[in-house]
């Protein structure tokens, strides 16, 4: 979803140079070392935001999830995530809830048996809910269909027998390469139901990049489509799955979605259309259970800091987690409510919120094949007001773009049915928050600023909808059944009011279970940083305000060093959006001779308002004034976009290096390569 709001697809060939990626994550290793002393002294701009929201009181009255949660969990932390458990379908019940004595590799449910499909459908129709609307599909040109969770069931179990017809069976890899189309969720569901582990690689990815995935997972089976609509044209993607599978010789067959009808090449002994083998299968077949640590999926993360990694999930931790977060977090209520993530599939919130979570608690919901601004920027807004959505989750990235767009948009349409609003992706800066809550919110929803990364697998630090009072640009606290702290670089968690690295002190039941094929690269990536404690390093830096609550400052990676102090690159963010003129903006620490790094800022105005002489100036005064003169940016630079990879997170390694006036790094994993040189043509260059 924050994928959603790429500008251009036209850059799809060029991701993926792993070598060069893994030079670069090794340079960003070595830029922190030095950068990196105590952050236990940033800046406290954050933490003076005094606004507070409580919950609606009709929403609190009748929450999923109330205030004991946290003291049920707190008293005894298993028995709580067995409860949780409890809320699947278990072929067979476990024997013990964690083993834990070959730390870091967990298990969850040892012994126990599940079926992940059997969870996300059958279980629904079982109990009698078969007409419900699973899914309503969105296509960009405006054709929709809806799909009951009965259609789905008959979808899951045909796909299941076509993937056995093929030689598919348990622990095989199946590369699924789609667009935001019901068929994507009917193949992840129909591997999991037969045990087959998918790799979900994002559409937009290159085929080089889709062919580094298949060769990592060593994937059998490749399925994709002939292509998508975006942008009011349609995306050739069937090209290039052809030249990734040519390359691949572990794929043996490509089996290919109708979604576009355009003319495509075609391998006859490799090639199967889905309508042909899938749409000629039996409507029943038997899911067994499978146990609690059988693989359920692999899936690569972003690369925002560098070389991909295969994070590996299980089935029964996995899915108690992702369905339960989505239970509290969301407050879903499955007879009533209608769900939208804008994610995509591809990314691991379309995994958990698109896919396993709001299926197994029997949501509908709505996928959206498009872009936002297709054919007009108001179109999030007509589909809420279309499906009456009450439940949306979307990224700060999203949200700072509509903001640029203005408020008169969303303003047209009627977005009364929203009750509940939720953000992933990035830190979200307090007045993005705010202005969510004011212009899509109506003022009344709930907003939850939900922080968690692929390797977490679900939501771990986020408001309770029904029981927090929520301070915007804050995630507040971990959930019940989870476990964080901040800690300084030596491992001691700092007191309230103190800032540093964002750990996980207890194992959760989604977490990853390690990177595939490569365990050592798991233990040092995770565990080595704080190896004496125990704690998983996140990567992350955080601040604990003086209630305790959590405010995430972005990546370790990019926590700037200006005289002496350790200064967020979020809060200087922070500081600048909330200036009125100014939608969203990226800063970064430039290597400078005196003060050690200089400040340098990037910002995208908001809609009406145009570059002038006094700007910077105006801008480093409002820093100056929200932060102090310490945190004041050298030089502020006015761009139409920034750099961002493709899901949506802002690569200030890029913007460094332009900063710093040096060639460009490794861009394989932007959504948008052009946008370098828009940025780079407003700088002024030395000889
Ligand atoms: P890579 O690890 O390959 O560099 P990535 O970290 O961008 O990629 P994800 O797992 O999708 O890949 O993103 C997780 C990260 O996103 C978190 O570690 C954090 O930096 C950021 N993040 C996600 N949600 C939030 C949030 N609510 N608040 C602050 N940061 C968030
Ligand atoms: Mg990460």
Redo the contacts with the bound molecule.
């Keep these: 979803g924050t994928e959603n709001t790429d500008t251009d697809d036209t850059d799809a060939h060029n991701i993926d140079a792993d070598a060069d990626a893994n030079a670069n994550a090794n340079a960003n290793a070595n830029a922190n070392a030095e950068t990196e002393t105590d952050n236990t002294e940033t800046l406290s701009n954050l933490l003076r935001e005094n606004r507070r929201f409580p919950p609606p009181p009709e929403l609190a009255d009748q929450a999923n999830v109330t205030e004991s949660a946290y003291a049920t969990a707190d008293a005894d932390r298993e028995a709580f995530w067995a409860a949780q458990a409890a809320r699947l379908h278990w072929d067979q019940p476990w024997t013990q809830i964690l083993d834990w004595s070959d730390k870091p590799f967990a298990r969850w449910f040892v012994g126990g048996t599940l079926n992940a499909a059997h969870n996300c459908v059958d279980r629904h129709v079982e109990a009698g809910n078969g007409d419900r609307v699973a899914i309503h599909f969105e296509g960009e040109p405006g054709d929709s269909r809806s799909l009951t969770y009965a259609e789905l069931k008959t979808e899951v179990c045909k796909a299941a027998n076509a993937l056995t017809s093929l030689g598919i069976a348990a622990g095989d890899r199946v590369a699924i390469y789609m667009p935001m189309i019901p068929e994507t969720a009917v193949a992840m569901l129909a591997c999991a139901r037969i045990g087959a582990v998918h790799s979900v690689c994002f559409a937009a990815f290159s085929p080089e990049a889709l062919r580094g995935r298949i060769e990592d997972a060593g994937a059998r089976l490749l399925i994709t489509a002939d292509g998508y609509h975006r942008r009011g044209s349609v995306v050739n993607l069937k090209a290039n799955a052809d030249e990734a599978a040519g390359a691949s010789p572990s794929i043996e067959k490509v089996l290919v979605v109708r979604r576009t009808g355009h003319e495509v090449a075609w391998d006859d002994a490799r090639d199967v259309w889905w309508h042909d083998l899938v749409d000629s299968q039996s409507g029943e077949h038997t899911a067994v259970g499978l146990d609690a640590e059988h693989p359920l999926f692999i899936l ?10 295969g ?1 590996l999930h299980t089935t029964g931790g996995y899915l108690t987690q992702a369905s339960y977060t989505h239970h509290a977090v969301f407050d879903l209520k499955p007879e009533t409510d209608v769900y939208w993530c804008t994610a995509d599939v591809g ?3 379309g995994h958990s919120y698109i896919v396993y979570g709001p299926l197994s608690n029997g949501a509908t919901e709505v996928m959206y094949e498009g872009t936002p601004d297709t054919p007009h920027q108001g179109r999030f807004w007509e589909i809420v007001q279309k499906y009456k959505v009450t439940l949306l989750y979307t990224a ?1 990235t999203a949200i700072r773009t509509f903001m640029k767009w203005g408020s008169a948009l969303p303003a047209k349409f009627d977005l009364s049915s929203l009750r509940l609003l939720g ?6 800066n307090p007045e993005a928050w705010i202005w969510y809550r004011e212009n899509i919110g109506g003022g009344r929803t709930p907003v939850v ?7 977490t697998g679900a939501i771990m ?2 408001p309770l909808p029904g029981v927090t009072e929520a301070k915007p640009g804050s ?1 507040m606290r971990p959930l019940p059944g989870i476990s964080a702290t901040v800690v300084d670089k030596g491992g001691t968690p700092v007191p309230n009011g103190g800032g540093g690295y964002l750990v996980l002190d207890k194992p959760w039941p989604s977490m990853l279970r390690g990177i595939w094929g490569d365990p050592k690269r798991f233990v040092d990536t995770y565990w080595s940083r704080f190896a004496e404690q125990g704690y998983y390093f ?3 830096g955080a601040k604990k305000d003086e209630d305790g609550d959590l405010w ?1 400052l ?2 370790v990676d990019d926590i700037m060093l200006v005289s002496g102090h350790n200064i967020s690159t979020t809060e200087v963010e922070s500081a600048l959006v909330s200036h009125p003129s100014v939608a969203e903006a990226a800063v970064v620490g430039a290597k400078d001779e005196t003060t050690g790094q200089r400040i340098v800022a990037f910002v995208i105005l908001r809609g009406g308002n145009e570059e002038h002489a006094e700007l910077e100036e105006t801008l480093r005064e409002h820093v100056t004034k929200a932060i102090g003169p310490i945190a004041k940016p050298r030089q502020i630079i006015v761009v139409p976009e920034l750099p961002k ?1 493709r ?1 949506g ?1 802002i690569m200030r390694r890029l913007l460094r290096d332009v900063a710093e006036d040096r060639a460009i790094g490794d861009t394989t994993t932007l959504a948008d390569s052009a946008v370098m040189e828009l940025i780079s043509a407003k700088l002024p260059h030395a000889e």
Aim: net charge neutral; glycine share 12%.
């Design positions: 690569y993360t972003s690369g925002t800091t560098g070389k991909p990694k994070i990314w691991v919130t700060p953000s992933v992706g990035e830190p979200i600023d939900t922080w968690w990364q692929t390797e630090i986020s995630a996140a990567g992350d995430l972005g990546r990879t899901s997170k």
